[in-house]
């Protein structure tokens, strides 16, 4: 474990955790890791959950399939993310949507009482835990948000103010791809692509691949309103 150190110390439950008392605190409980290929299937729906998830390294998607056929990505993950942290603590710990490595990836799974014990053992990573909780809940609300704004215009609009928020500057970068972007929002990829070029004409922004300008953040603001 002392070759992840790197990864740990990026992992928001690791946050103001020395080095060394990384390694004691690994060292002090059980755990397993394991490696996935691109496209590997770490969990399906339904699956027993009793660990949290760090990755180490990689990618992961959680993906919910529909009777249809469609897939929507529900969330997206990388090397210093937990997922699967709320599972563990509910009365039904079972995943909810297929968990899939989308690039060669390497996951700690820490079970339940291991993770009451490593909490037990630091007050930081206690507060991590807590802090990832609250962030969950936080997305959750803007996830809803978007999907109940009844334009695609204001589902774009919504995400773009969200980020701006975020990273406090009108050049923003999304941290995904358009596919995944229209994925989020429950549009097809075609109608994002048309709202997107029409907001440019309409010179509320400019935009290259995921990266945007915003140009009028009065006027976004407004749509909202």
């Known amino acids: 474990m002392k070759d992840s150190i790197k990864s740990l110390k990026t992992c928001v439950l690791f946050k103001n955790v020395e080095d060394k008392d990384i390694i004691n605190l690994l060292e002090d409980i059980t755990y397993i890791v394991k490696k996935y290929e691109q496209g590997n299937v770490i969990a399906l729906e339904g699956d027993p959950c009793n660990s949290i998830s760090v990755i ?22 990388e090397a210093g993310d937990i997922f699967a942290e709320s599972l563990v603590f509910s009365k039904k710990r079972s995943y909810p949507a297929n968990v899939i490595s ?4 390497t996951i700690l799974f820490i079970q339940r009482d291991q993770l009451v014990n490593l909490m ?13 909780l609250s ?39 999304l941290p995904y791809s358009r596919k995944k972007m229209a994925e989020l929002l429950n549009i097809p990829r075609p ?14 922004i400019d935009f290259y691949k995921n990266r945007i300008k915003i140009l009028d953040l009065k006027e976004l603001e407004r749509l909202l309103l």
């Open 56 to 77: 180490l390294e990689g990618n992961i998607e959680i993906h919910k399939p529909f009777p249809s056929g469609k897939v929507v990505t529900i969330n997206h993950f």
């Open 102 to 105: 989308t690039t060669n990836s």
């Open 120 to 132: 037990s053992k630091n007050l930081n990573v206690m507060e991590n835990f807590a802090g990832v």
């Open 135 to 173: 962030s969950r809940i936080h997305m959750l609300n803007d996830r809803i948000t978007s999907l109940s704004l009844e334009t695609t215009r204001k589902k774009i609009v919504n995400i773009i103010l969200l980020e701006y928020g975020r990273q406090k500057s009108h050049y923003i970068t």
């Open 191 to 204: 109608s994002l692509s048309r709202e997107l070029i029409k907001m440019k004409d309409d010179g509320l």
